[in-house]
Nanobody, 131 residues
């Protein structure tokens, strides 16, 4: 069974940090691009923001403009786990964070920005940034 499972979300004060994890089973990072997407409050599932994306080799990363250098997307290929390290969190970072994988998805061009390109999804983990 192919499965992605996120964890690590929670309530954090502005300026704080969180590290989200995405554990994969039946799925190999070495042949798949991976991404973290966010569903902001009040926004539909067709309007997710691509927060951070990484290619199968782990050599190319993409970040949404709103990240502004605050997040990184490390991965542990041996453990088949993807992370999203989030620092200097802001209230506007609040949302449900999903990881997704795509076999054969290229981070070149624009196709990776299409939600239907990603064929494996986790259930999401909630991040709330509030004082």
């Amino acid at each position: 069974e192919v499965r992605l499972e996120e964890s690590g979300g929670g309530l954090v004060q502005p300026g704080g940090s969180l590290k989200l994890s995405c554990a994969a089973s039946g799925f190999t990072f070495s042949t798949s691009s991976m991404t973290w997407v966010r569903q902001a409050p009040g926004v539909g599932l067709d309007e997710l923001d691509f927060v951070s994306t990484i290619d199968p080799l782990g050599e190319v990363t993409k970040y949404h403009d709103f990240v502004e250098g605050r997040f990184t997307i490390p991965e542990d290929k041996a453990e088949n786990t993807l992370y999203l390290q989030m620092n200097s969190l802001k209230p506007e970072d609040t949302g449900m964070y999903y990881c997704a994988g795509g076999r054969g998805v290229s981070v070149d061009g624009c196709s990776w920005r299409v939600l239907s390109t990603w064929n494996v999804w986790g259930q999401g983990t909630q991040v709330t940034v509030s004082s």
